[in-house]
């Protein structure tokens, strides 16, 4: 696993025309898991989608070990850094294999068929994510969490050094979520796999990440280790949502509750006066 | 894995002699049949006569040029159909094949023109519909629906544009109105037919050399451009490649309705593997192509222009496959 420096320095993006990101300086830490986090608009799958060259910056660059993306192959690139978006599309009767296979394009030549290597690392790819029995499955038969792995599988038959998830846990119930978060935790531990994500969960995040970057109308509010940055000012300033900050009985990570009026005990009452008048 | 490159191969084999088959017939039936023997003799060069004029110069050419036809359309459709990711976006619902049409009748009865300046006309019609179709659909991101009802719209006013040139060139020869109306092999010549095959042969085996280009493509629009495929790019190249295929048929035989629509989708509904399949997409079509030739000339009492019978067989499968579309979402 070589290690590859990501950054993006005084990025501007949006779409057609309209900014969404006005000048972010974001260095992606190699081998490590990071979560982007922020409310719905806030930019951050309009970052995620920079980084995965998906749209082109308006302004500022991103480097990829200190070189512009354009300066480097499309395909070497994809050996590189890997996407899942978030809603990838299905083709018609494929089965998991094919699909897993279809990761490998950019080590293939026109013509040739999968080399051994190719077959391993999609066989690999399919076991990280057990999903080597439903091979000859057709993809589009499969339930949500099972066509979720397939899709990461993908992912990973690409090999890249650098994988990015755009709300891989989004149309997930409970289960497969926490069944998701723990399979790409496990590639980063056993692979060295720099992750980037966007959740939506914040517990899931604080849990899974060893770096938060939290993003509010299109600017970076804090960047650093749940321990470090997660805590009611910062879902306050983030999400407008007051919180009270506890600690993950399991991860011991921290937790996230919010407050909310309508569930208030009466212990909290003047808590809830605060919030009222805050509302 | 192995069984289904075995299932692609196979099919493959298959309509191909399904072709094989289908070009006997082509050969043997007709005013009068003759039978596998006589066939073959007048294939080996044997001076038959009456059977020698009316296979070789009538029938052989018919065969060639709808077999020519079908693998234009047959491969051009399914490239059209893997690229947008729906089978209705093919190059004659979509107005491509209309358009080649109105422009190749335009240089053959208001210019006066012939041969190869004819093929250029029609590649001229279908690729500025495509490019027309393509960047009004761009807009705020491309969108497909946007691009097909479009198209469709344009396949229609071409449809009018080919009937207002045919009376205003007087082209009271019905035969010909029905060339330009709906297609047909009636006026099959195999002179000037080289350009015609070497243009099937050339794209057919780029369209075949991009399969693992095709088969990233159909991934959507993100995984692509992550994957390493230049995707503006790889698009285009090999729309316009399927767009040229599919305008120098139609400059030949007319705008053959539903070829293009049904090759692909059958191909792939039957070998179902995820694949691409353009080759036998393109076998598809010719077979397609040679079995509606083969209803219209024999099975009823009036001969029907090949044209006619796809297009009555394209709107039952159209229909087939809206319900279908509906009943996978329900």
């Known amino acids: ?279 | 894995m192995r069984t289904r490159k075995k299932k692609e191969i196979s099919v493959l084999i298959i309509l191909f002699i399904g072709v094989l088959i289908l070009g006997f017939f082509m050969l043997s039936l007709g005013e009068s049949n003759y039978d596998l023997a006589t066939v073959v003799k007048v294939l080996m060069g044997q001076e038959i006569k009456g059977a020698s004029f009316a296979v070789m110069s009538l029938r052989l050419p018919k065969l060639i040029i709808g077999i020519l036809a079908g693998i234009a359309c047959g491969v051009a459709g399914n490239t059209f159909q893997v690229i947008m990711k729906n089978p209705l976006a093919s190059p004659d619902v979509m107005g491509v094949t209309s358009s080649a049409g109105a422009m190749a009748v335009f240089a053959i009865l208001i210019l006066g023109l012939e041969g190869v300046a004819v093929s250029a006309f029609a590649i001229a019609g279908g690729v500025l519909v495509a490019v027309i179709i393509f960047s009004f659909a761009r807009g705020n991101g491309f969108s497909i629906n946007k691009a097909i009802l479009m198209g469709i719209g344009i396949q229609a006013m071409m449809q009018a544009l080919i009937t207002f040139i045919l009376q205003q060139a007087n082209a009271y020869d019905l035969s010909k109105a029905m060339h330009w109306l709906s297609g047909s092999l009636n006026s099959a010549k195999l002179s000037g037919a080289g350009g015609f095959f070497i243009t099937v042969l050339i794209l057919t085996c780029f369209i075949q050399y991009r399969t693992k280009e095709l088969k990233v493509l159909s991934l959507g629009e993100e995984l692509p451009v992550t994957l390493g495929v230049n995707i503006d790019r790889e698009r285009i190249v090999l729309l316009m490649a399927s767009v040229i295929m599919v305008s120098v048929a139609t400059a030949y035989v007319g705008p053959l309705a539903s070829v293009s629509f049904m090759a692909g989708h059958i191909t792939r509904r039957i070998i179902k593997t995820g694949g691409v399949y353009s080759l036998q997409a393109g076998l598809m079509g010719a077979i397609i192509v040679l079995s509606s030739e083969l209803i219209g000339q024999n099975a009823f009492a009036i001969r029907f222009p090949v044209g006619v019978i796809t297009g009555i067989i394209g709107a039952p499968y159209l229909i087939y496959l809206l319900l279908s579309i509906r009943n996978k979402r329900g």
């Open chain 1, 1 to 279: 696993m070589n290690i590859h420096t990501l950054q993006a320095k005084n990025l501007k993006a949006g779409y057609n025309k309209t900014v969404i990101i006005d000048g972010i300086d974001v260095t992606i830490p190699s081998n490590k898991i990071s979560v982007i986090i922020g409310s719905n608009g806030c930019g951050k799958s309009t970052l995620l989608k920079n980084f995965a060259r998906l749209i082109k910056p308006f302004d500022g660059e991103i480097l990829l070990d200190g070189a512009g993306y354009d300066k480097m192959h499309s395909k070497d690139l994809a050996k590189i850094i890997g996407l899942l978006p978030q809603s990838p599309m299905v083709p018609e009767s494929i089965t998991v294999y094919d699909l897993v296979a279809r990761g490998r394009y950019p080590y293939q030549k026109p013509f040739s068929q999968l080399t051994s290597e190719d077959q391993e690392a999609i066989e690999e790819a399919m076991e990280m994510m057990g999903v080597s029995k439903l091979r000859d499955q057709f993809v589009e038969e499969l339930s949500g969490g099972q066509r979720q792995r397939v899709w990461i599988a993908m992912a990973l038959a690409q090999q890249t050094d650098i994988l990015f998830l755009d709300e891989p846990t989004t149309f997930l119930d409970i289960s497969y979520q926490v069944q998701i978060l723990e399979l790409l935790k496990n590639l980063n531990e056993k692979k060295g796999t720099t992750i980037v994500m966007v959740l939506h969960d914040i517990n899931l995040a604080s849990r899974y990440a060893d770096c938060l970057f939290a993003m509010k109308n299109g600017e970076l509010i804090a960047a650093g280790s749940p321990e470090d940055i997660l805590n009611e000012e910062l879902m306050l300033r983030v999400f407008n949502l007051e919180c009270i900050l506890m600690k993950d009985p399991v991860s011991g990570s921290p937790f996230i509750v919010p407050k909310g009026r309508a569930h208030l005990r009466p212990e909290s009452q003047d808590e809830g006066k605060k919030i009222s008048q805050v509302v």
